[in-house]
């Protein structure tokens, strides 16, 4: 019998009324493995159960007029402060159009984090007075519109699993991939040798670790070079990147 650890690495509440959504990352893959393990300990609350009028209407008209509806402020706010009741050391994010841009650098610092409360908007958004008394972080995950804020907080805590032992293999994986040191991923290859009429480069046979590894860094700096070079603007580079780069311009 396999010995079982219960240690939960990070906990989250989600505000949400469709928390059925996040079915996709808790029954799938390596994210459904760690939160069925509590090693990401996932809640919800869905501020339809803590509204306190009549209908358990959920959604109000805008003041001022205009298109749409907004998200009634008592369900939302108590469903907030519920949380915050449950979650006493968390940051309370939420996400909006409006919000910073994440990327890797965000996710490295919210891995720091044991407890983190997502609020997902619906409907055009929430009212004002709610990011003034209750939100501590506004985030966006990219320059585009959803009709909710729940694929976004799905995108972030499938991106924070990556980095949690036992999720992936190791953190060298979560550290190897796209970003980490501001590179682009170096082309991959499995078996076989030859199929469809291509091969995979002589190099990765060889053998030889250290001139793959060169082999390696000299691609992810092409390929970060000719797909985005406005990664390498603030990027810092060692001895072996800067011989590389140098190689580069000779050509
Ligand atoms: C808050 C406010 C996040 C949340 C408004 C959420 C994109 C992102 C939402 C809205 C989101 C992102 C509701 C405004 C639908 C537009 C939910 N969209 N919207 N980029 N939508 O992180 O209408």
Redesign the pocket.
């Known amino acids: 019998m396999k010995k079982k650890d219960n240690r939960t690495l990070i906990s989250f509440y989600i505000i949400t009324i469709f928390p059925e959504m996040f079915y996709s990352i808790s029954n799938y893959g390596v994210t459904g493995k760690a939160i069925q393990k509590k090693i990401i300990n996932l809640n919800y609350l869905n501020p339809r159960d803590f509204a306190k009028n009549k209908y358990k209407s959920i959604d109000d008209r805008p003041y001022g007029g205009g298109p749409?509806m907004l998200m009634s402020v008592q369900p939302l706010y108590s469903s907030i402060k519920k949380a915050k009741s449950l979650l006493k050391d968390a940051i309370v994010i939420?996400?909006?159009?409006?919000?910073i841009?994440?990327n890797q650098n965000n996710i490295y610092k919210l891995i720091q984090r044991k407890e983190i409360i997502f609020v997902?908007?619906?409907?055009?958004?929430?009212d004002q007075r709610i990011i003034d008394s209750l939100i501590d972080e506004e985030?966006?995950?990219?320059?585009?519109?959803?009709?909710?804020?729940e694929?976004?907080a799905m995108?972030i805590i499938d991106s924070i699993a990556r980095f949690i032992p036992g999720v992936i293999n190791t953190k060298k994986s979560a550290e190897k991939e796209s970003f980490y040191n501001n590179l682009l991923d170096y082309p991959n290859y499995t078996r076989p040798k030859t199929i469809y009429e291509m091969t995979v480069p002589d190099i990765l046979l060889s053998g030889n670790h250290n001139k793959i590894r060169l082999w390696r860094l000299q691609k992810s700096l092409e390929i970060t070079l000719q797909k985005r070079p406005d990664l390498l603007e603030k990027k810092l580079f060692n001895k072996e990147e800067k011989v590389i780069l140098n190689k580069f311009k000779k050509k």
């Open positions: 749409g939420y996400l909006s159009p409006q919000g841009k994440l997902c908007g619906r409907y055009e958004g929430i985030w966006s995950i990219g320059d585009y519109i959803l009709t909710g804020g694929l976004a995108v």
